[in-house]
């Protein structure tokens, strides 16, 4: 059972604009909630994290919106870069981060120069 | 570069048989992950170790195996291996068993 829902799959976006990556989770224990960039070859790298007493985390070009009555959050990033193009995962714990972390299946993102 | 090692980076082998996957963890991270990556199934979550202990389990299967060594490096034995087995695993680990994990560049399975 997939426990953190993400979409889009795949997204193709020109240089400039704004990719914007959903996920929903089903857990209302989770109460951490960050975002890896994982590149070819690489293993996944934290991005930006946030927890639910906030709805708004900025990180430069990355800002993750949370909705916690509807169980959401989604990650957007501002004038986006090919250097940008990667894979996204969402991710969810519970215990603050304690207990393992449960992905998202991961959005395919290409930015076009 | 995280400062988690995994070895061996490529593994080639056949059905039926066993192999094992070793991660060093950061210099002072006490937990240690295991992620098995596929295509169709993103980051799967197997386990958990924190200070030489299973502290979580997730969809580990039963011919699979891990510990963790008191010098604190890990390892994931997989036996009776199947084709289904291919993938990345990652090794990841974190300070105190919470918060930013950081992921080894992973051990690439593939099983003929």
């Known amino acids: 059972q997939q426990q953190v829902k993400q979409s889009p799959q795949s997204l193709i976006v020109q240089k400039g604009g704004i990719p914007i990556i959903n996920c929903a989770y089903e857990n209302t224990a989770f109460d951490y909630f960050p975002w890896y960039q994982q590149f070819p070859g690489k293993g996944p790298a934290l991005l930006i994290a946030i927890r639910p007493d906030v709805s708004e985390k900025k990180e430069g070009r990355f800002t993750i919106s949370f909705n916690k009555s509807a169980k959401q959050f989604s990650l957007h990033i501002m004038d986006s870069q090919p250097g940008d193009s990667a894979t996204y995962f969402c991710a969810a714990a519970s215990g603050g981060g304690a207990d393992g972390l449960t992905f998202g299946k991961g959005t395919h993102l290409i930015i076009q120069p | 570069d995280s400062g988690v090692t995994q070895t061996p980076k490529h593994l080639i082998t056949a059905t039926g048989q066993r192999v094992t996957l070793r991660c060093s963890p950061r210099?002072?991270?006490?937990?240690v992950y295991w992620y098995q990556q596929s295509l169709d199934q993103g980051l799967q979550f197997l386990i958990q170790?924190?200070?030489?202990?299973?502290?979580a389990k997730g969809n580990i299967l039963e011919r699979f195996s891990a510990q963790q060594f008191p010098d604190l490096h890990s390892e994931l034995n997989l036996s009776s291996l199947e084709l289904g087995d291919s993938a990345l695993y990652f090794c990841?680990?974190?300070?105190?068993?919470?918060?930013?994990?950081?992921f080894g560049e992973g051990s690439r399975l593939t099983v003929l």
């Open positions: 170790y924190y200070n030489g202990e299973e502290r």
């Open positions: 990841a680990s974190s300070k105190q068993g919470a918060g930013e994990l950081f």
């Open positions: 210099s002072g991270d006490l937990s």
